[in-house]
């Protein structure tokens, strides 16, 4: 049986600046039918800094985590943000191969974490337990406006050996939950590359220029938009986006959702509720001409391309399922 | 061209003691040059990391662990990803600069002021207070005015008190507990 009970790890970034991505998440989970728990007093993964500056330290903040959850007697924790999934990834990967490790962080902990709890990106929970056709279920509105470019950013996907979920250079797990709702995705070539992640704040220059380039080849692409499912990234893309314009002498204006507003909205949720008035470039002019579902069938060839795209997107998905079943069989 | 003197630039054991903190066989590289090919950060290092990978080959501590593509790697992962050899390179890098860190050569310091911001609201609420992050940093760093451009914009995001947790003197044991250990 397909799990449908979790441990919701929102984390620390859902909490602020990126309270959207959460409130989103949360809606759609709850539409998909998905039980979702919070683990009590949960604390912050340690992210990048921790393990730039110990390895047991940042082994120790995420497992703290991973051992509340062991005690909820849930075997899955899954969190919407990459770096936190990563953070849980790598701890448990080096707990469960490193004896000494384990030890070590184990000390530092007043309840240890045995390595049974794994964690899962939430894009994950909803692409593979959940399934395109449940989603697909659940659609009641049409987006015709929307052309996506998606964006997976450096650490959902990888590295494979760790990241086990997707394709590391070419990921499809987001443009095919879009396509599933009848959303026009574009081919878009800078899926993976980096926006700079951290460094906005010590190191704005270079984060600009990489930002700029991402921005760039979304543009060219011919996408209207950028879908995300990290809030880094979202908030490099979109909160930057002025300064970018400003330093590379740019004039975008490309509003950057999460993948879950999106599916949000194509489940017929209003955009204050999925929290889309807190972005600031504003994606209002891209959906103001969602209709119910069903009117669109005297509409354009456009569109019934689209829904043939969903109708295809979702045989593929159920073969990539069967392939990931093999892998995951065969390690 | 820069000239090495093997016998006094370089330390035979390094290449062991990166493979014995990163668990990672930093021998089997052999130059092929895909990590740096890929890596987008190329552009900012002092050294590319293909060269910093044969740089710990041939034990040039010193420069390794005082190069500033240490502090500027993201561990995006593309070289991870890519390497014929299997070689985790992003968690070397990682290695690298736990090293660093622990023998205090900061080469690049406004990252490491901002790491410290982070781990000290870490610390303090056990969870990350943006807020507090980076008005520490802009204290601490002497660069008062970052991002005061985003104020008016970001300010719909932004929450004005910590989420402290209960227990959060556990969180604070923990990070402490690191530090003790230095």
Not at chain 1, 19 to 28: E, K, L, Q, T, V
Not at chain 2, 37 to 50: I, K, L, N
Not at chain 2, 155 to 168: A, D, E, S, V, Y
């Amino acid at each position: 049986m397909i799990e449908r009970e979790y441990a919701y790890y929102a984390g620390c970034s859902l909490e602020g600046t990126a309270s959207s991505y959460d409130r989103s998440i949360r809606a759609i989970l709850k539409d998909l039918g998905v039980v979702i728990k919070e683990p009590v007093d949960w604390s912050c993964c340690g992210s990048t800094p921790a393990h730039a500056m110990d390895h047991v330290l940042a082994g120790a903040l995420a497992a703290r985590n991973l051992a509340i959850v062991e005690r909820m007697e849930t075997a899955t924790l899954t969190t919407p943000c990459p770096s936190c999934l990563s953070a849980f990834k790598k701890a448990r990967a080096k707990i469960l191969t490193d004896k000494s490790f384990k030890d070590e962080v184990n000390q530092l902990l007043d309840d240890p974490y045995e390595g049974t709890v794994k964690a899962k990106s939430t894009l994950q929970v909803i692409y593979e337990d959940v399934g395109l056709d449940a989603v697909v279920a659940k659609v009641t509105t049409i987006l015709p406006d929307l052309k996506a470019a998606c964006y997976y950013g450096c650490i959902l996907s990888r590295p494979p050996r760790l990241a086990a979920f997707d394709d590391p250079e070419n990921p499809v797990s987001m443009d095919r939950l879009l396509a599933a709702c009848g959303i026009e995705v574009r081919d878009f070539a800078f899926k993976t590359e980096c926006c700079g992640a951290a460094f906005g704040v010590p190191k704005r220059e270079m984060v600009l220029r990489l930002t700029h380039k991402v921005l760039n080849m979304v543009q060219d692409c011919g996408a209207n938009c950028v879908v995300v499912a990290c809030p880094l990234c979202q908030q490099n893309l979109d909160l930057r986006q002025a300064q970018v314009n400003r330093a590379m002498g740019s004039s975008f204006s490309l509003p950057v959702l999460y993948f879950s507003q999106v599916l949000g909205l194509a489940f017929g949720y209003s955009p204050v509720e999925l929290g889309l008035d807190k972005h600031i470039v504003s994606v209002d002019r891209l959906i103001r001409s969602r209709s119910p579902k069903g009117t669109e069938e005297t509409a354009s060839p456009a569109k019934s391309a689209a829904r043939k795209n969903a109708a295809r997107g979702a045989e593929e998905t159920n073969r990539e399922r069967e392939r990931i079943a093999s892998v995951v069989k065969e390690t | 061209m820069e000239t090495v003197r093997l016998a006094s630039d370089t330390l035979n054991d390094f290449a062991a003691e990166v493979s014995q903190a990163t668990g990672q066989d930093v021998v089997r590289c052999y130059q092929c040059g895909n990590c740096t090919a890929g890596c987008p950060y190329t552009e900012f290092f002092d050294y590319p990391v293909s060269q910093i990978m044969r740089m710990i080959q041939t034990g040039q501590r010193e420069k390794v662990l005082n190069s500033k593509a240490l502090w500027l790697c993201a561990t995006c992962e593309t070289c991870s990803t890519r390497c014929p050899c299997e070689i985790d390179v992003a968690d070397v890098m990682d290695g690298l600069r736990n090293i660093a860190y622990r023998e205090k050569r900061f080469t690049e310091k406004d990252i490491r002021t901002f790491y410290e911001s982070f781990l000290t609201s870490l610390k303090n609420h056990g969870r990350i207070f943006e807020l507090e992050i980076i008005a520490r940093y802009n204290l601490k760093s002497g660069h008062l005015l970052t991002d005061a451009d985003l104020g008016p914009k970001v300010m719909k995001q932004l929450h004005f008190t910590p989420k402290r947790i209960k227990g959060r003197d556990k969180v604070a044991r923990i990070v402490k507990k690191f530090m003790e250990k230095k």
